[in-house]
């Protein structure tokens, strides 16, 4: 099983089911919320995406 709060939301594998949008100036990135099923695969096979909500967030800037 996957999908965990805080990873960054990827369309090949969740479902986003809600999407709650940033009040953030400048970029966002877009993350999991919440999980309400988890998705299953075998291998590189998606058996079942994970259904999540997803929230932007204010992208941290690398400053290296």
């Known amino acids: 099983a996957y999908g965990s709060l805080g990873e960054n939301f990827n369309p090949a594998v969740h479902e986003a089911m809600t999407h709650q949008t940033a009040d953030a100036e400048g970029p ?24 999540v ?3 932007d967030i204010a992208r941290v800037a690398d400053n290296d």
């Open 28 to 51: 966002t990135v877009t993350v999991v919320s919440a999980v309400y099923q988890a998705g299953f695969r075998r291998g590189d096979r998606i058996l079942r995406p994970a259904r």
């Open 53 to 55: 909500a997803v929230e």
